[in-house]
């Protein structure tokens, strides 16, 4: 079955202590991105990558690294997490360009809580 | 930079009646794409619609339709003969080659 994965689903964590959410897609997409929602503000691109070895800003790229070294998996690291970091998180992956009519995939979304 | 404004937070719609979302934005671009997403309560993204700029005509799926005003940068979205599983919220998104960028959301709650 095509899916992203997000893993964890759920995390409660305190300030300071380094985490990674993985996040992993099985249809070979080029493109991936992590998005934050929260209440009030929608969905914010925080980074995006274009292909291995490439990634890019997105809107609100504070306190997160990403990486991406493998086609499939592109991580979200938060070195040292703070409360206003908790959010829900989602991963996405599409084969190209948006403007190339390729659909973007959404993960199930990782509950983040930083006390 | 791109904005996306939903102004309207929550809506309410009677079983088989129809509902319209507004969503307006603004880009410097003249090609971008635009999308609704839902989100029901199991917080799956899912795409609804979606719109190419440099196409006038207005995109429709099964029950949902959009009304797109380039000019005006309008992009609203109509869900007509209103279905309980349509209760959600509802994202209007902007693309413009990679950077995607999301309205607030607009709640929409179908009554029996």
């Known amino acids: 079955e095509a899916q992203v994965t997000q893993n964890p689903r759920y995390l409660i964590t305190v300030t300071g202590k380094k985490l990674t959410v993985t996040c992993s897609q099985n249809?070979?997409?080029?493109?991936m991105s992590w998005y934050r929602q929260d209440p009030g503000l929608g969905l914010r691109q925080i980074y995006y990558?274009?292909?291995?070895?490439?990634?890019d800003k997105g809107d609100v790229p504070e306190g997160y690294k990403v990486s991406r070294k493998e086609k499939r998996n592109f991580p979200l690291i938060l070195e040292s997490p703070s409360p206003n970091q908790t959010s829900l998180y989602f991963c996405?992956?599409?084969?190209?360009?948006?403007?190339?009519?390729?659909?973007?995939?959404f993960g199930p979304g990782t509950r983040l809580t930083v006390l | 930079a791109q904005t996306v404004t939903q102004s309207q937070p929550e809506m309410s719609v009677q079983e088989a009646e129809t509902v319209t979302l507004s969503c307006t934005y603004d880009?410097?671009?003249?090609?971008?794409?635009l999308f609704w997403y839902k989100q029901p309560p199991s917080r799956q993204m899912i795409l609804v619609i979606r719109?190419?700029?440099?196409?006038?005509q207005n995109a429709m799926e099964n029950r949902f339709s959009v009304n797109f005003q380039k000019a005006a940068k309008s992009f609203s979205l109509k869900i007509s003969d209103s279905q309980l599983g349509d209760t959600a919220m509802y994202f209007c998104?902007?693309?413009?080659?990679?950077?995607?960028?999301f309205g607030a959301g607009t709640t929409v709650t179908v009554r029996a």
């Open positions: 996405a992956s599409s084969q190209g360009s948006l403007a190339a009519n390729n659909e973007q995939f």
């Open positions: 249809m070979n997409h080029e493109y």
């Open positions: 990558s274009m292909n291995v070895e490439v990634t």
């Open positions: 880009t410097s671009e003249n090609n971008y794409y």
């Open positions: 719109q190419e700029a440099y196409k006038q």
């Open positions: 998104a902007l693309d413009n080659d990679y950077k995607l960028s």
